[in-house]
């Protein structure tokens, strides 16, 4: 820390997964600053397209904490239920964290907020396969297969940021009748609501869910 708290914000960072050239050397310049427990769960991906892909995204979190909190990702560590977690040493502040990954990209999502703030992030290569109907809503009008593809982005990211992930059914999440670039999911006690929009990202759909307006 520089000793001064961060502004509020949202940090949205986006690009393709290296070779395996540049994961090596991602590894080399990235792996000193990462916690033990952070550590320990990017080597569970022993295939080198997740394991760079997830090196990636801690290079891509260091990005995002400059200047302000350049050593705040030595104190990334993961909730009960898996998620990142990035802990911040100040009580009228929060960080909020979120990856996500695709077989050709990686997005990573910093916010920095008052405390209570959730942040939700997912990302959806538009060649991927559609989820199955029984992933929506009876309420959703979905109009072919990129449709579909960008409501599951809200879904996932809005489960992200309420921290239950695909443990509670898509299904019970509603994106709308027609199916709108962003929006509001409705207070779920004792959770606030949670702003969502969507983002068109070089080939792909990108959602994020956030608890608090921030620039």
């Given at each position: 820390?520089?000793?001064?708290?961060?502004?509020?914000?949202?940090?949205?960072?986006f690009?393709?997964?290296?070779?395996?050239?540049?994961?090596?050397?991602?590894?080399?310049?990235?792996?000193?600053r990462?916690?033990?427990?952070?550590?320990?769960?990017?080597?569970?991906?022993?295939?080198?397209?997740?394991?760079?892909?997830?090196?990636?995204a801690?290079?891509l979190?260091?990005?995002?904490?400059?200047?302000d909190?350049?050593n705040?990702?030595?104190?990334?560590?993961?909730?009960?239920?898996?998620?990142?977690?990035?802990?911040?040493?100040?009580?009228?502040?929060?960080?909020?964290?979120?990856?996500?990954?695709?077989?050709?990209?990686?997005?990573?999502?910093?916010?920095?907020?008052?405390p209570?703030?959730?942040?939700?992030?997912?990302l959806?290569?538009?060649?991927?396969?559609?989820?199955?109907?029984?992933?929506?809503?009876?309420?959703?009008?979905?109009?072919?297969?990129?449709?579909?593809?960008?409501?599951?982005?809200?879904?996932?990211?809005?489960?992200?940021?309420?921290?239950?992930?695909?443990?509670?059914?898509?299904?019970?999440?509603?994106?709308?009748?027609?199916?709108?670039?962003?929006?509001?999911?409705?207070?779920?006690?004792?959770?606030?609501?949670?702003?969502?929009?969507?983002?068109?990202?070089?080939?792909?759909?990108?959602?994020?869910?956030?608890?608090?307006?921030l620039?």
């Amino acid at each position: 820390m520089n000793g001064l708290l961060p502004s509020p914000a949202l940090r949205l960072l986006f690009c393709p997964v290296p070779t395996a050239r540049q994961a090596a050397q991602l590894h080399e310049r990235v792996a000193a600053r990462l916690s033990p427990a952070d550590k320990a769960h990017i080597l569970r991906f022993t295939a080198p397209g997740p394991a760079a892909a997830r090196m990636l995204a801690r290079a891509l979190l260091v990005l995002a904490c400059l200047p302000d909190c350049p050593n705040l990702p030595a104190t990334l560590s993961r909730t009960v239920s898996g998620a990142p977690r990035l802990l911040f040493p100040h009580a009228a502040m929060q960080a909020a964290l979120s990856f996500a990954y695709s077989p050709q990209a990686v997005v990573c999502a910093l916010a920095f907020g008052p405390p209570g703030l959730l942040l939700g992030v997912d990302l959806e290569s538009l060649a991927s396969p559609p989820p199955a109907p029984r992933a929506f809503h009876p309420c959703e009008q979905i109009s072919g297969p990129r449709d579909a593809l960008r409501r599951w982005t809200i879904k996932e990211a809005l489960l992200k940021a309420r921290g239950t992930g695909l443990a509670i059914d898509p299904a019970t999440i509603s994106t709308g009748r027609r199916g709108r670039r962003r929006g509001c999911l409705p207070a779920a006690q004792p959770l606030p609501p949670l702003l969502w929009r969507t983002l068109p990202l070089p080939g792909h759909w990108c959602s994020l869910a956030l608890s608090h307006p921030l620039p």
